[in-house]
């Protein structure tokens, strides 16, 4: 073998390979994509009615309590933060705790903590909702209620489905005999539907809360 061959064949073998996309990824990130459209039209209804209502938005939201929804939102912000800590631990392969620091915490048990933010934050979405029909905000009191009955409801029920998909992360981390990269791919796709959830909150409590 001459030298410009063996060169040739050297280059070929060190040549890395491809990687090719998760496909789970890549599809929840379309599927988000079409979530982002979903709220982008609960977020305009929501703008259309208070320009044709200013005087009612203006009456509505000062019976909001804003420092019990902020505080809220502190929680649910956490809970991204848990989430995230999570992944990291299963992207090391480690489902469980090796020890009873944080630092050596597994993907169960970061998750659920986060499990049990996300479940704190919708209990007081719940406790927010019932204050505000004992003053007589309701869906169908009128267009404040539709539109912060709709948005926000919209959105508990996509922090449900979350919580409900951290059990299932849970759930298979204890019943694989080998915990590998289909179930941390499981982790990190959820982590990505939780994220979503998180910003929309953010963006929810800025339009609903904040801007008068």
């Given at each position: 073998m001459d030298s410009v061959t063996a060169t040739t064949f050297n280059s070929q073998a060190v040549k890395p390979a491809l990687n090719r996309p998760n496909t789970v990824a890549v599809g929840t990130i379309v599927w988000l994509g079409s979530e982002v459209m979903f709220f982008a039209g609960l977020f305009a209804i929501y703008f259309t009615l208070r320009s044709m209502s200013p005087e009612m938005w203006a009456e509505q939201t000062a019976k909001h309590n804003f420092t019990f929804a902020?505080?809220?939102?502190?929680?649910?912000?956490?809970?991204?933060?848990?989430?995230?800590?999570?992944?990291?631990?299963?992207?090391?392969?480690?489902?469980?705790?090796?020890?009873?620091?944080?630092?050596?915490w597994g993907m169960v048990e970061w998750f659920f903590l986060t499990y049990a933010l996300g479940a704190t934050f919708v209990s007081g979405q719940v406790w927010e909702y019932a204050t505000l029909v004992s003053e007589g905000v309701t869906i169908s009191s009128d267009a404040y209620g539709s539109a912060f009955y709709m948005t926000t409801g919209f959105h508990g029920i996509h922090v449900a489905a979350g919580l409900i998909a951290f059990l299932l992360v849970i759930g298979r981390a204890f019943a694989v005999k080998n915990f590998g990269h289909k179930e941390a791919t499981s982790a990190i796709v959820v982590s990505y539907y939780w994220h979503f959830v998180d910003v929309v909150w953010i963006g929810l409590f800025i339009v609903i809360y904040m801007i008068k």
């Open positions: 902020f505080i809220n939102t502190l929680i649910l912000v956490s809970s991204s933060v848990t989430c995230q800590f999570g992944v990291y631990a299963a992207e090391r392969l480690r489902p469980r705790a090796i020890g009873w620091k944080p630092t050596e």
